[in-house]
């Protein structure tokens, strides 16, 4: 008869988490119960603490198998749910990746309309990457709407130009003006301007 060697806390963690934190036999789940990790091949027959060799169970269903051998058909069955739950894991992070890399799409779409309306209204200068990443920032707080109508508000306000009757906006302007589209968005939010106001 082997020794029973107790399992590991670690290793009981991994046998939960396995499975739920739900007793594989009745499915009754903690906290209702209290857990107990079971050998499949009993410990009398040799069977050790491998994770594959351990299966989580309510006392009941644990206290009623006592040192039987599960069947290989049950075996089979668990293994088989087991991989199932995988698959439909594996294909959930799937469709989970899929949405985030859509996501990234979408936000550098608007962050492409939103730099393009600044050059377009900022003729003559084109945002660098810094700018970029500032204007990737000001898209968490603010919606593109309240971004654009805030550089309209800063360009009107900030821009100066670099001679009669020129459209080629200063580059002291056009930074000054461009430093300023995320407080003016701020403002206008704060005072009920915005869209959200």
Not at 116 to 135: C, F, N
Not at 142 to 170: L, N, W
């Amino acid at each position: 008869m082997a020794k029973r060697v107790a399992v590991s806390k670690k290793t009981r963690f991994e046998v939960f988490k396995r499975d739920r934190f739900r007793c594989q036999y009745c499915g009754a789940t903690s906290p209702d119960v209290l857990l107990h990790i079971d050998h499949i091949h009993p410990v009398c027959d040799d069977g050790g603490n491998e994770v594959e060799n351990l299966i989580t169970a309510c006392p009941d269903c644990n206290h009623g198998k006592g040192a039987m051998l599960l069947g290989d058909r049950a075996v089979a069955e668990k293994t088989r749910d087991r991989l199932d739950e995988l698959a439909e894991q594996r294909e959930q992070l799937d469709m989970l990746l899929e949405w985030k890399r859509e996501l990234v799409s979408f936000k550098d779409k608007l962050l492409d309309h939103v730099a393009g309306y600044w050059e377009s209204i900022a003729i003559g200068w084109s945002i660098t990457p810094a700018g970029r990443t500032r204007l990737r920032k000001l898209l968490l707080d603010f919606t593109p709407e309240e971004i654009t109508e805030a550089m309209d508000i800063a360009a009107f306000q900030y821009f100066r130009y670099e001679g009669e009757g020129s459209h080629k906006v200063t580059g002291k302007s056009w930074s000054e003006a461009f430093s300023k589209i995320g407080g003016i968005a701020y403002n206008r939010r704060e005072r009920g301007d915005g869209r959200n106001g």
